[in-house]
């Protein structure tokens, strides 16, 4: 009896010792990473999807069952990556006595590609050749997931609008707006045009202005970046600018960049030239202007909800008298996803000089210009 009690609860010893390393490995188990991408939150729940990237300490992943989600850093346990992702690592912010030096190629690291292993709290990569690399989440700026392939680093938009009335009076009006952004872990490049045209009884045009700007940043930290180049051209006859031609450099920091919000602000000096479209030959020297300048550029862009973008972007100058002494370009602008990509924008312009330039006969153009758009378009 005393044996088949021994056996009984020596076999019942090793059920429960079985149990419990049973558990523990698969609470220690992790799914292979071969189809999917695996991401496991510190509740215990894990997630099968395509890793998107890590920005501002945001975690962006594409859920098979939730689709696109974020979770603060803090709020994962681990990530498993099958392919590689693009690493960019914190670089350091200048010194006061380095300012005014031209940025040096070092033998630091910039970024590095690699599978990821996240846990608890600390990243290790995995490189092509083999070799891997421990980074704490402090060394990194930001992750981009994927392939370091060239289409990653594009976005872009393009829209047109088509107004037309007839019958007592005929006018058409066409409007188109397009923007295009490259962004690498290190650079910044942007490009945006716009334009109107407006013709009345098919023989009397009343709007005819294009702007076209760009800007390339690089940048020395996650935040922190150097405006390395901007220029903007801006015709626009009956605001009695026939070429307008801008040039900056500066200073910039992205307030906010997650992967539903960016916010950035850029301020620096530069110049412009100004070639006016009428005026008194007469007068030496009224047909043009320049001058040295204080731009401020902000741009803010979110995603309201998963179909709906709200975005401003603002472009002030501060210049001399002959110029305008002061004048802005604001943009507002509602674009909403319809169905694959196709999108409605519905935007709102406000552009303002405060000293318009005036023409031969004495009349100035009005300080403030505003017009709207609803356009068609497509987002990349």
């Known amino acids: 009896m005393k044996r088949n009690t021994l056996l009984l609860l020596s076999m019942l010893i090793a059920l429960?010792?079985?149990?419990?390393?049973?558990?523990?490995?698969?609470?220690?188990?992790n799914p292979p990473a071969k189809e999917f991408d695996w991401m496991e939150l510190q509740s215990g729940e894990w997630l099968k999807g395509e890793f998107k990237g890590i920005y501002s300490g945001e975690v962006e992943f594409d859920s098979d069952e939730f689709?696109?989600?974020?979770?603060?850093?803090?709020?994962v346990k681990q990530i498993i990556t099958k392919g590689n992702s693009v690493i960019s690592l914190n670089r350091d912010m200048p010194s006061l006595t380095a300012l005014s030096t031209p940025l040096q190629s070092s033998d630091a690291e910039d970024e590095v590609v690699g599978k990821i292993l996240f846990k608890?709290?600390?990243?290790?990569?995995?490189m092509s050749d083999g070799t891997s690399k421990a980074l704490a989440p402090t060394d990194i700026a930001s992750i981009s997931g994927g392939e370091p392939k060239e289409s990653n680093y594009w976005s872009a938009s393009v829209f047109l609008g088509v107004d037309v009335l007839s019958g007592n009076s005929e006018q058409i009006t066409v409007t188109?707006?397009?923007?295009?952004?490259?962004?690498?872990a290190l650079t910044r490049f942007i490009a945006d045009y716009l334009t109107t045209y407006t013709q009345v009884d098919k023989n009397t045009t009343t709007a005819d202005n294009n702007r076209f700007s760009s800007s390339f940043d690089l940048y020395q930290t996650a935040h922190f970046y150097w405006r390395l180049a901007s220029v903007e051209y801006l015709r626009d006859p009956f605001r009695n600018i026939d070429g307008?031609?801008?040039?900056?450099a500066g200073i910039g920091y992205d307030i906010i960049y997650t992967p539903n919000t960016n916010w950035s602000v850029t301020m620096g000096p530069g110049y412009q030239y100004t070639a006016f479209n009428d005026y008194d030959s007469s007068v030496s020297g009224a047909d043009s202007a320049d001058t040295g300048l204080f731009f401020i550029n902000t741009r803010f862009d979110t995603e309201v909800t998963s179909t709906i973008d709200f975005i401003i972007n603002y472009n002030g100058y501060?210049?001399?008298?002959?110029?305008?002494?002061?004048?802005?370009?604001?943009?507002f602008a509602l674009e909403t996803e319809v169905i694959n990509n196709f999108t409605v924008d519905f935007s709102v312009f406000w552009d303002r000089t405060s000293l318009p330039t005036a023409f031969e006969d004495g009349t100035r153009p009005e300080e403030d210009d505003y017009k709207s758009m609803l356009a068609i378009g497509y987002s990349y």
């Open 16 to 29: 429960m010792t079985m149990s419990s390393l049973h558990a523990e490995y698969l609470e220690n188990a």
């Open 67 to 75: 689709d696109l989600v974020t979770f603060d850093l803090d709020d």
């Open 120 to 126: 608890d709290g600390s990243f290790k990569v995995v």
């Open 176 to 184: 188109g707006k397009a923007y295009a952004e490259r962004r690498t």
């Open 244 to 248: 307008k031609y801008t040039y900056g």
């Open 318 to 331: 501060f210049i001399n008298h002959e110029s305008g002494r002061y004048t802005h370009h604001a943009e």
